[in-house]
């Protein structure tokens, strides 16, 4: 069973960072994606990056490129998202999911598995 746990979030100041993570647990194929999605109150939403294990392919949304970074350490099936120069725009719920397939980008509808989420709060 794939299971997904977010951590790192919280309250931080406009122009701040934080680094978001990801652990990951009952991936069976030695490919999968991990995608970081998050969902501002009242909106809909967003894929924000996501990162393939089997050569570090890597996709950046517009809106945070720039700010934020992806990686991933697959010894511990670990995905981080740095995220630099926060803004208020940038409050939400951070979710990671797993995917397994070939490359699903930010497509919500490609990861079945998902997290609980991580809330972020930008302000000051």
């Known amino acids: 069973q794939v299971q997904l746990v977010e951590s790192g979030g919280g309250l931080v100041q406009p122009g701040g960072s934080l680094r978001l993570s990801c652990a990951a647990s009952?991936?069976?194929?030695?490919?999968?994606?991990i995608g970081w999605f998050r969902q501002a109150p009242g909106k809909e939403r967003e894929g924000v990056s996501c990162?393939?294990?089997?050569?570090?392919?890597?996709h950046i949304a517009e809106s945070v490129e720039g700010r934020f970074t992806i990686s991933l350490d697959k010894s511990k099936k670990m995905v981080h998202l740095q995220m630099n120069s926060l803004k208020p725009e940038d409050t939400a719920v951070y979710y990671c999911?797993?995917?397994?397939?070939?490359?699903?980008?930010?497509?919500?509808?490609?990861?079945?598995?998902w997290g609980q989420g991580t809330q972020v709060t930008v302000s000051s």
């Open positions: 999911a797993a995917s397994y397939n070939v490359w699903p980008g930010v497509v919500e509808d490609e990861y079945p598995y």
């Open positions: 009952g991936l069976t194929s030695d490919h999968y994606v």
């Open positions: 990162i393939a294990s089997s050569d570090f392919s890597f």
